[in-house]
């Protein structure tokens, strides 16, 4: 089944019926809490009744959800909360995995595939429970040197194997490793790197409209600052998206990653503002891929440096509210291959903060601090300099 639409508090039906058989299934609603109905109606086939109430133990069941797996904490079951609903439902040997370019197998037990792997020494990249190509090479070399048919399928030999072999390797952070000697590799300077620039919203899609300013707008200005004063210092810069053009679909984000991974760019920014309830909230805050509370420790290294960098940067030089850093696990931060990070410049909700953004002047000090964060990015400790003090060529 695909979710389609948004199911929240108080709604009923055939789908609130499958959501709470998942949520029993994964242990946040009691056994039998599945076959909660209004009346004594009819089942659905899907292992409850069709009148199941999106009740209060529901929607708390779902923030929990949410929160153990690094979403928005919203209480509303949507496409994304859906998909990691049915994620979380396999383990490892429910199924057999292999590789489909057209279709890539994603789920929990794929992030205990690659996590064992990773284990092991093969390198299938950072675990983000997709089954990619990396993936795909990694499961061939161990089954290779493990003496099994290099078909790149797991199935109930290779299960087999990975079981017998679980108890004698010793878990580490590798990918971080990985990705850290990569970044001293590639050099302090900036010329010759490819970086993403990712506008939220667009076309028909506006994001968060407040105090006669657009989201879609705001950053749009932001991201041609940006990929300006990147391309002066010899940067590659792509944006995901051209000015708005009223009428057009949006892009989403699953779009925008195959994007960004089609360029193998070294990073991606992706730029929004934010909005809330409460015309109090304010503030900038940055998120990379990743989840502290994640059994299988799903973080994106580089990614969650770059994101504290930015942080700090843009706090100093603009004098916002700092919201921090987090690690979460949204679309486009988890299928981008390479190191994302997203900025949340503030809340168009709050007066001062949309004051701001409505500024020039205020664009300019966001764009450079951006620059900054990704110049201290490739500098080695000993040629970094404090927060807010690295000053680049004046941009005209």
Same mark, same amino acid.
């Given at each position: 089944?695909?979710?389609?639409?948004?199911?929240?508090?108080?709604?009923?039906?055939?789908?609130?019926?499958?959501?709470?058989?998942?949520?029993?299934?994964?242990?946040?609603?009691?056994?039998?809490?599945?076959?909660?109905?209004?009346?004594?109606?009819?089942?659905?086939?899907?292992?409850?009744?069709?009148?199941?109430?999106?009740?209060?133990?529901?929607?708390?069941?779902?923030?929990?959800?949410?929160?153990?797996?690094?979403?928005?904490?919203?209480?509303?079951?949507?496409?994304?909360?859906?998909?990691? /609903?049915?994620? #979380?439902?396999?383990?490892?040997?429910?199924?057999?995995?292999?590789?489909?370019?057209?279709?890539?197998?994603?789920?929990?037990?794929?992030?205990?595939?690659?996590?064992?792997?990773?284990?092991?020494?093969?390198?299938? &990249?950072?675990?983000?429970?997709?089954? &990619?190509?990396?993936t795909e090479l990694a499961l061939r070399e161990?089954?290779?040197?493990?003496?099994?048919?290099?078909?790149?399928?797991?199935?109930?030999?290779?299960?087999?194997?990975?079981?017998? *072999?679980?108890?004698?390797? =010793?878990?580490?952070?590798?990918?971080?490793?990985?990705?850290?000697? /990569?970044?001293?590799?590639?050099?302090?300077?900036?010329?010759?790197?490819?970086?993403?620039?990712?506008?939220?919203?667009?076309?028909?899609?506006?994001?968060?409209?407040?105090?006669?300013?657009?989201?879609?707008?705001? =950053?749009?200005?932001?991201?041609?600052?940006?990929?300006?004063?990147?391309?002066?210092?010899?940067?590659?810069?792509? *944006?995901?998206?051209?000015?708005?053009?009223?009428?057009?679909?949006?892009?989403?984000?699953?779009?925008?990653?195959?994007?960004?991974?089609?360029?193998?760019?070294?990073?991606?920014?992706?730029?929004?503002?934010?909005?809330?309830?409460s015309p109090r909230a304010g503030g900038v805050?940055?998120?990379?891929?990743?989840s502290g509370s994640d059994r299988y420790g799903?973080?994106?290294?580089?990614?969650?440096?770059?994101?504290?960098?930015?942080?700090?940067?843009?706090?100093?030089?603009?004098?916002?509210?700092?919201?921090?850093?987090?690690?979460?696990?949204?679309?486009?931060?988890?299928?981008?291959?390479?190191?994302?990070?997203?900025?949340?410049? &503030?809340? *168009?909700?709050?007066?001062?903060?949309?004051?701001?953004? #409505?500024?020039?002047?205020?664009?300019?000090?966001?764009?450079?601090?951006?620059?900054?964060?990704?110049?201290?990015?490739?500098?080695?400790?000993?040629?970094?300099?404090?927060?807010?003090?690295?000053?680049?060529?004046?941009?005209?």
């Amino acid at each position: 089944m695909t979710m389609q639409r948004r199911y929240r508090r108080g709604d009923t039906g055939p789908a609130v019926a499958e959501i709470r058989s998942k949520l029993v299934l994964l242990g946040l609603l009691p056994a039998g809490a599945q076959a909660v109905g209004t009346t004594a109606g009819g089942t659905d086939g899907l292992g409850g009744y069709a009148d199941a109430v999106f009740d209060g133990s529901v929607d708390l069941a779902v923030r929990h959800f949410q929160q153990q797996r690094a979403m928005t904490v919203d209480g509303i079951v949507g496409p994304e909360t859906y998909r990691h /609903l049915d994620e #979380a439902r396999w383990r490892l040997g429910d199924r057999m995995l292999s590789y489909s370019a057209g279709h890539m197998t994603v789920g929990d037990d794929v992030a205990t595939l690659q996590q064992r792997l990773l284990d092991m020494g093969f390198d299938c &990249g950072r675990v983000d429970g997709i089954l &990619g190509p990396a993936t795909e090479l990694a499961l061939r070399e161990f089954q290779r040197n493990y003496g099994l048919g290099a078909d790149g399928t797991c199935g109930p030999a290779t299960f087999r194997a990975l079981d017998r *072999l679980a108890r004698t390797v =010793v878990g580490g952070q590798p990918h971080a490793m990985r990705e850290s000697e /990569l970044l001293h590799r590639s050099g302090p300077s900036l010329a010759g790197k490819t970086v993403v620039i990712d506008p939220g919203h667009g076309g028909a899609d506006h994001g968060v409209v407040a105090h006669g300013l657009s989201e879609a707008e705001v =950053v749009w200005d932001l991201a041609r600052r940006l990929e300006g004063r990147l391309s002066a210092l010899g940067v590659q810069a792509y *944006l995901t998206r051209g000015v708005d053009v009223e009428g057009i679909e949006g892009i989403n984000e699953e779009e925008r990653a195959a994007f960004a991974n089609a360029t193998d760019a070294d990073l991606v920014i992706s730029l929004h503002v934010d909005r809330n309830d409460s015309p109090r909230a304010g503030g900038v805050s940055s998120y990379y891929y990743g989840s502290g509370s994640d059994r299988y420790g799903r973080r994106s290294p580089t990614g969650e440096h770059f994101a504290s960098l930015v942080q700090r940067e843009l706090v100093a030089r603009t004098g916002m509210v700092d919201g921090r850093t987090h690690g979460k696990a949204w679309t486009l931060l988890r299928r981008t291959r390479m190191p994302a990070v997203r900025i949340e410049l &503030g809340y *168009l909700t709050n007066a001062d903060d949309a004051a701001r953004l #409505a500024g020039s002047e205020f664009r300019d000090h966001a764009a450079e601090s951006v620059v900054v964060a990704l110049q201290r990015l490739y500098l080695p400790p000993d040629e970094d300099v404090p927060t807010g003090m690295l000053r680049l060529p004046v941009f005209t």
